[in-house]
T-cell receptor, first 116, second 113 residues
Framework: DTEVTQTPKHLVMGMTNKKSLKCEQH?????MYWYKQKAKKPPELMFV???????INESVPSRFSPECPNSSLLNLHLHALQPEDSALYLC???????????????FGPGTRLLVL | QQQVKQSPQSLIVQKGGISIINCAYE??????FPWYQQFPGKGPALLIA?????SEKKEGRFTISFNKSAKQFSLHIMDSQPGDSATYFC????????????FGTGTQLKVEL
């Protein structure tokens, strides 16, 4: 099973709301990623977790807060977002992120976020 | 220096034709070059990948050609089918670089009947 699941599929939120995106994988992967993708643009890396520890933060604003409660789950907590944060948020996972070889990243279908 | 340039931005090909998408990079430290395919409403999926120690890799109708000296690589889709209509992203990464992918800008491919 090479599936990464993401919930919800769609989310509409106001600028004062707090919401969370959820990602789950059961492939035994120990590296998980959050990407942001705007329409007709490539995915942009936001965060990387390796063995449940944050290993890369691509200077993402603090209104985005990642959390990795265990090796299968990855959350992205959202607070006080701006309309320009509207995008498709993609989660991905790979073997470990530290194996010293290139690892295939498996992407979920994404959560389409609209900030009003 | 971290950029990967991709062209064309969009491409229309007749069914049965050859689709060619090109990418170029500057950072000679890149040592892994995957191609991702993304359908509307879906996340990207790995299509095929190559390392710089080979000049060509073929998987079914998909071929990557790699020119290390020119710092260019390309995706060829033979016998293109309407089901190949999608957005294609080339990417590059450095082994030991945290598995971080640098994506190209994307090519929207449409295969017409």
């Amino acid at each position: 099973d090479t599936e990464v699941t993401q919930t919800p599929k769609h989310l509409v939120m106001g600028m004062t709301n707090k919401k969370s995106l959820k990602c789950e994988q059961h492939m035994g992967h120990r590296a998980m990623y959050w990407y942001k993708q705007k329409a007709k643009k490539p995915p942009e890396l936001m965060f990387v977790y390796s063995y449940e520890k944050l290993s890369i933060n691509e200077s993402v604003p603090s209104r985005f807060s990642p959390e990795c409660p265990n090796s299968s789950l990855l959350n992205l907590h959202l607070h006080a977002l701006q309309p320009e944060d509207s995008a498709l948020y993609l989660c991905a996972s790979s073997l470990s992120g530290t194996s010293g070889i290139q690892e295939t990243q498996y992407f979920g279908p994404g959560t389409r976020l609209l900030v009003l | 220096q971290q950029q990967v340039k991709q062209s064309p931005q969009s491409l229309i090909v007749q069914k049965g034709g050859i689709s060619i998408i090109n990418c170029a990079y500057e950072n000679t430290a890149f040592d892994y070059f995957p191609w991702y395919q993304q359908f509307p409403g879906k996340g990207p999926a790995l299509l095929i990948a190559i390392r710089p120690d080979v000049s060509e890799k073929k998987e079914g109708r998909f071929t990557i050609s790699f020119n290390k000296s020119a710092k260019q690589f390309s995706l060829h889709i033979m016998d293109s089918q309407p089901g190949d209509s999608a957005t294609y992203f080339c990417a590059a990464s450095i082994m030991g670089g945290g598995n971080k992918l640098t994506f190209g800008t994307g090519t929207q491919l449409k295969v017409e009947l």
